[in-house]
């Protein structure tokens, strides 16, 4: 029997699993989290510890087709003017509830597009969140970059605000399949908006490229990778595209018969995935690639490596506040997202509370199988040890499920007295082996696909 057979029957190309960029993952929050309760645990951080901050920047000057994100269209600058004054507004509620001496180990702006600001409003909008928490040294600011919305003189703001990171999204290179998903931008002016960048003194660059794809082939797909590994970019995520039209209606523009079918995405990542390896670049969980310099790199070998919304980080803090519609925060308490409406999150800050409308308290045995999923998405094994000793869990009960987890998974994993690890063949495997720790329902919530 083939690898492939095996990986086929154990549920590869049928299931539909999370991406476990959180535990319990997003479905599953609910409305018992107010924003009194959020209020205390900002309270709670540690004065002169370091967090970290996401903003959430929810315009597009048009709307990608392929994207599923939290994003509105808009072609003038009123609605994003308001906006900004509710962010600076909800940063002034943050600072109310702030223990003293608090800065910042990771700033990232994200959206949407945040490059649609101009440079008034990006200096405006840093201003603002460096008054209340400024960048502690060594610190990282990254901003998600759309090459058809940015020029020198926003590049100059980001870089006087203090960007040292900054994110190209490239989805895939031919023309055809841009098109088709909305999403036309040539590799020429991908290239000079990098080297603008980097004019600017700005040399951490992460890099985004899907698989899956309409009308993607692994010829299509080589030709892309090559073209974005002649950019040299720090660090790549290799996504698998989500088709998730029920979630998010711009995807029905998308032709679904053009689509790969899942054995031909295993194929497409496959691809990719051997062409960053030979160009030097170090593997990192199950959808990362970063050269041996980069941070993702140096806290993979260091045991550090972590995995948050973002998906693959070296960010050790404890504390993620989200700002802006949709945003997400994480606490040591729990999980809190801000209002998906824009007018619902404006309303709800314009009265001065927290505009939080969902999220999660930690309880039971929560944090004990966030860290198995963290540990298996993130390093592709689970130490006998740390669990025990971090969790406080009897040997015979955790030994009892990593012999579980295996026997699901026909024996294709290594279970001994160090714990449990996840061999590279099986690693297609990985988020239906992190599944098997998840003690909540899965079947109403809508997952992407397994490969």
Same mark, same amino acid.
């Given at each position: 029997?083939?690898? %492939?057979?095996?990986?086929?029957?154990?549920?590869?190309?049928?299931?539909?699993?999370?991406?476990?960029?959180?535990?319990?993952?997003?479905?599953?929050?609910?409305?018992?989290?107010?924003?009194?309760?959020?209020?205390?645990?900002?309270?709670?951080?540690?004065?002169? &510890?370091?967090?970290?901050? =996401?903003?959430?920047?929810?315009?597009?000057?048009?709307?990608?087709?392929?994207?599923?994100?939290?994003?509105?269209?808009?072609?003038?600058?009123?609605?994003?003017?308001?906006?900004?004054?509710?962010?600076?507004?909800?940063?002034?509620?943050?600072?109310?509830?702030?223990?003293? *001496?608090?800065?910042?180990?990771?700033?990232?702006?994200?959206?949407?597009?945040?490059?649609?600001?101009?440079?008034?409003?990006?200096?405006?909008?840093?201003?603002?969140?460096?008054?209340?928490?400024?960048?502690?040294?060594?610190?990282?600011?990254?901003?998600?970059?759309d090459p058809n919305e940015i020029d020198g003189a926003r590049l100059d703001a980001l870089a006087a605000a203090g960007m040292n990171r900054a994110s190209i999204g490239v989805q895939d290179f031919d023309p055809e399949i841009q098109k088709?998903? *909305? %999403?036309?931008?040539?590799? $020429?002016?991908?290239?000079?908006?990098?080297?603008?960048?980097?004019?600017?003194?700005?040399?951490?660059?992460?890099?985004?490229?899907?698989?899956?794809?309409?009308?993607?082939?692994?010829?299509?797909?080589?030709? &892309?990778?090559?073209?974005?590994?002649?950019?040299?970019? $720090?660090?790549?995520?290799?996504?698998?595209?989500?088709?998730?039209?029920?979630?998010?209606? #711009?995807?029905?523009?998308?032709?679904?018969?053009?689509?790969?079918?899942?054995?031909? #995405?295993?194929?497409?990542?496959?691809?990719?995935?051997?062409?960053?390896?030979?160009?030097? =670049?170090?593997?990192?969980?199950?959808?990362?690639?970063?050269?041996?310099?980069?941070?993702?790199?140096?806290?993979?070998?260091?045991?550090?490596?972590?995995?948050?919304?973002?998906?693959?980080?070296?960010?050790?803090?404890?504390?993620?506040?989200?700002?802006?519609?949709?945003?997400?925060?994480?606490?040591?308490?729990?999980?809190?997202?801000?209002?998906?409406?824009?007018?619902?999150?404006?309303?709800?800050?314009?009265?001065?509370?927290?505009?939080?409308?969902?999220?999660?308290?930690?309880? *039971? $045995?929560?944090?004990? #199988?966030?860290?198995?999923i963290e540990a298996l998405m993130c390093d592709f094994r689970i130490s006998r040890s740390e669990i025990m000793q971090s969790f406080d869990m009897p040997a015979a009960a955790l030994d009892t499920l990593f012999e579980e987890t295996n026997?699901?998974?026909?024996?294709?994993?290594?279970?001994? &007295?160090?714990?449990?690890?996840?061999?590279?063949?099986?690693?297609?495997?990985?988020?239906?082996?992190?599944?098997?720790?998840?003690?909540? $329902?899965?079947?109403?919530?809508?997952?992407?696909?397994?490969?």
């Open positions: 029997m083939t690898m %492939r057979n095996q990986l086929e029957r154990l549920g590869l190309f049928d299931a539909k699993v999370p991406r476990y960029t959180s535990y319990p993952t997003s479905p599953h929050f609910n409305g018992e989290v107010s924003d009194t309760q959020v209020a205390r645990w900002i309270s709670e951080i540690k004065p002169h &510890s370091q967090i970290s901050l =996401y903003v959430h920047i929810p315009f597009c000057r048009r709307l990608c087709w392929f994207c599923a994100c939290r994003t509105q269209g808009t072609q003038s600058t009123a609605p994003i003017i308001a906006y900004l004054e509710t962010i600076k507004k909800e940063i002034a509620t943050l600072a109310a509830h702030l223990p003293e *001496g608090v800065t910042l180990e990771r700033l990232h702006w994200g959206g949407g597009t945040p490059t649609l600001l101009s440079a008034e409003m990006i200096t405006g909008l840093a201003g603002e969140i460096l008054a209340v928490t400024p960048m502690a040294p060594g610190g990282e600011f990254s901003v998600e970059i088709c998903i *909305g %999403r036309e931008q040539s590799y $020429d002016v991908t290239r000079d908006a990098i080297d603008m960048i980097r004019a600017r003194g700005v040399q951490s660059l992460n890099a985004d490229i899907l698989y899956g794809l309409p009308h993607q082939t692994k010829g299509k797909i080589t030709e &892309s990778v090559q073209k974005l590994l002649s950019l040299n970019p $720090d660090r790549v995520a290799l996504y698998g595209y989500a088709h998730v039209p029920w979630m998010a209606r #711009r995807q029905s523009m998308i032709p679904s018969d053009a689509l790969p079918t899942p054995q031909e #995405r295993l194929d497409l990542f496959e691809t990719a995935r051997r062409l960053f390896l030979w160009d030097n =670049y170090r593997e990192i969980g199950i959808d990362h690639f970063a050269t041996k310099e980069d941070g993702l790199t140096k806290a993979l070998d260091a045991g550090r490596l972590r995995r948050n919304f973002q998906g693959y980080t070296e960010d050790t803090s404890d504390v993620l506040i989200g700002l802006g519609a949709s945003s997400i925060s994480r606490y040591p308490q729990g999980y809190a997202q801000n209002d998906a409406s824009t007018s619902k999150y404006t309303a709800a800050v314009r009265e001065g509370r927290i505009p939080i409308a969902r999220g999660h308290s930690f309880g *039971g $045995d929560d944090k004990m #199988r966030a860290r198995l026997r699901a998974f026909e024996g294709l994993l290594t279970v001994n &007295s160090d714990g449990l690890f996840v061999p590279l063949e099986a690693r297609p495997l990985t988020r239906l082996i992190a599944r098997q720790f998840d003690a909540y $329902d899965l079947s109403h919530a809508g997952h992407s696909s397994a490969i």
